[in-house]
């Protein structure tokens, strides 16, 4: 007995054509040029389907050759966002082409309003973030990690949003890989909040003081005395 998951997946030709629906219509919408062979057997198939699958075969090539013709576009990111620009859109719908990125937008967006309250505490100033961490305590010590929690979670979600919108542009996003971009997220997050909270301000003014042997660069004006 098929579980109701696999019950709901549609058939092979159905998602051959589906798929080479929507190559089709991309590559034409490009400006691509599309042999007249592969839209008739597309359209064919669409619109008299073989009772007994005898076009399938016909289908199969026609996919091939129109996968080659859309790369680096893969087919089924094609029909994805096919299936996400005909949903219905929400007043309170982030802008977005996929989930991930709504969801990725969503958390940047927390991060910053988490970022300006937390920046207006008086709780949060030089003192606070020059110094090591096991010196503070109490809402002092709250308010500051929200504050390094929200910077890293901007950062994160930046790095995030910037590296999937090269796979939207040229159309070859996998949602297999969502939960891998979640992930990083949270490293992004933590690695950011270990580097503040762990590393004070004044030890990373320090080295680079000596590394810079605290003499003036070439060419550049002598400070006053």
């Given at each position: 007995?098929?579980?109701?998951?696999?019950?709901?997946?549609?058939?092979?030709?159905?998602?051959?054509?589906?798929?080479?629906?929507?190559?089709v219509r991309y590559a034409l919408s490009s400006g691509r040029r599309v042999p007249a062979?592969?839209?008739?057997?597309?359209?064919t198939a669409r619109l008299a389907p073989a009772a007994d699958g005898s076009d399938l075969?016909?289908?199969?090539?026609?996919?091939?050759?129109?996968?080659?013709?859309?790369?680096?576009?893969?087919?089924?990111?094609?029909?994805?966002?096919?299936?996400?620009e005909g949903r219905e859109r929400g007043v309170l719908r982030l802008p977005g082409p996929?989930?991930?990125?709504?969801?990725?937008?969503?958390?940047?967006?927390?991060?910053?309003?988490?970022?300006?309250?937390?920046?207006?505490?008086?709780?949060?100033?030089?003192?606070?973030?020059?110094?090591?961490?096991?010196?503070?305590?109490?809402?002092?010590?709250?308010?500051?990690?929200?504050?390094?929690?929200?910077?890293?979670?901007?950062?994160?979600?930046?790095?995030?949003?910037?590296?999937?919108?090269?796979?939207?542009?040229?159309?070859?996003?996998?949602?297999?890989?969502?939960?891998?971009?979640?992930?990083?997220?949270?490293?992004?997050?933590?690695?950011?909040?270990?580097?503040?909270?762990?590393?004070?301000?004044?030890?990373?003014?320090?080295?680079?003081?000596?590394?810079?042997?605290?003499?003036?660069?070439?060419?550049?004006?002598?400070?006053?005395?």
């Amino acid at each position: 007995m098929s579980s109701p998951s696999h019950a709901r997946q549609p058939g092979l030709r159905d998602q051959i054509l589906r798929e080479c629906a929507e190559m089709v219509r991309y590559a034409l919408s490009s400006g691509r040029r599309v042999p007249a062979a592969l839209v008739q057997t597309v359209e064919t198939a669409r619109l008299a389907p073989a009772a007994d699958g005898s076009d399938l075969a016909a289908l199969a090539g026609a996919h091939e050759r129109l996968a080659k013709l859309v790369a680096p576009a893969t087919p089924q990111a094609l029909v994805l966002f096919a299936e996400e620009e005909g949903r219905e859109r929400g007043v309170l719908r982030l802008p977005g082409p996929v989930r991930l990125v709504r969801r990725m937008a969503l958390a940047a967006l927390v991060s910053v309003g988490l970022f300006i309250v937390s920046s207006l505490s008086r709780y949060v100033n030089v003192s606070s973030n020059s110094g090591d961490v096991l010196d503070l305590w109490g809402m002092r010590l709250l308010a500051n990690e929200v504050f390094w929690l929200s910077s890293a979670g901007v950062g994160a979600s930046f790095a995030m949003l910037f590296q999937v919108n090269e796979f939207i542009v040229d159309r070859s996003y996998d949602p297999k890989y969502e939960s891998s971009y979640w992930i990083k997220f949270l490293i992004g997050v933590i690695a950011g909040f270990i580097m503040v909270a762990l590393i004070p301000l004044d030890a990373v003014e320090g080295a680079a003081g000596s590394a810079g042997g605290g003499a003036s660069a070439p060419g550049a004006p002598a400070r006053p005395t």
